[in-house]
């Protein structure tokens, strides 16, 4: 007589099990090629929600089918993790490689760019204001000399140059800058408050003066 083998159903898969699957998943290189406060965001919120769904599982021991679906949800979730990763390290790459000078050779004065910046903020195009604002810094420095007039340079050079002269001012020029390419390469939507930020900011270098040069010369 023929013998029958039933294969027995695949057991449950409990809250540490799927903990353990998502921590493996996690540990993969792929997810740690961004920065790591949005690798740490993205972790937090999946251990978050992990322990929402099972803190309403009815136990270890209840039918598999309840796990299963779990464990499907899970898997799901981690595929749209590593879609998100993909996209932001593409992004990151490409926000890179398509930096351009902040000013060309053009004949413009910075009064020129204030009043384009401010036609755009009155339109609402805070990304176009954001960036006629930064040329109205980088300008007004190329006018009084103290950085070196220059086209094609970037805002950050302009930032480590404009700081290295006017260092009182060094953490507020990185951080405009910060703005700017936020906006203008990192895909954020400018504001208002985004804006005045440069205007402040553009208002308090108009009035700074450079740090006097120290000679090494002696007498």
Same mark, same amino acid.
């Given at each position: 007589m023929a013998t029958v083998i039933f294969n027995a159903p695949a057991p449950p898969v409990g809250?540490? =099990?799927a903990?353990?699957?998502?921590?493996r998943e996690l540990d993969k290189?792929?997810?740690h090629r961004d920065e790591p406060?949005?690798?740490?965001?993205?972790?937090?919120k999946i251990n978050d929600w992990l322990s929402r769904l099972f803190d309403h599982t009815p136990g270890e021991h209840a039918g598999s089918g309840w796990g299963w679906t779990a464990l499907v949800v899970l898997v799901v979730v981690l595929?749209?993790?590593?879609a998100a990763v993909w996209w932001r390290v593409g992004n990151l790459r490409r926000s890179a490689a398509e930096r351009t000078g902040l000013l060309d050779d053009a004949h413009?004065? =910075?009064?020129?760019?204030r009043t384009t910046a401010e036609r755009h903020a009155a339109a609402g195009e805070w990304p176009e204001a954001i960036r006629e604002r930064l040329r109205a810094i980088a300008r007004d420095l190329e006018e009084r000399v103290i950085?070196?007039?220059?086209?094609?340079?970037t805002a950050d050079e302009l930032a480590a140059e404009a700081g290295a002269a006017l260092p009182d001012h060094a953490e507020e020029l990185a951080a405009g800058v910060r703005t700017f390419d936020d906006v203008w390469y990192g895909g954020r939507q400018g504001d208002a408050e985004g804006y005045q930020r440069l205007v402040d900011l553009d208002r308090r270098v108009r009035a700074a003066r450079p740090a006097p040069l120290v000679s090494g010369s002696t007498t």
């Open positions: 809250r540490d =099990a903990r353990e699957l998502a921590r290189p792929i997810y406060s949005f690798l740490d965001r993205i972790i937090n595929i749209l993790v590593a413009t004065t =910075a009064e020129d760019h950085v070196e007039p220059r086209p094609g340079r």
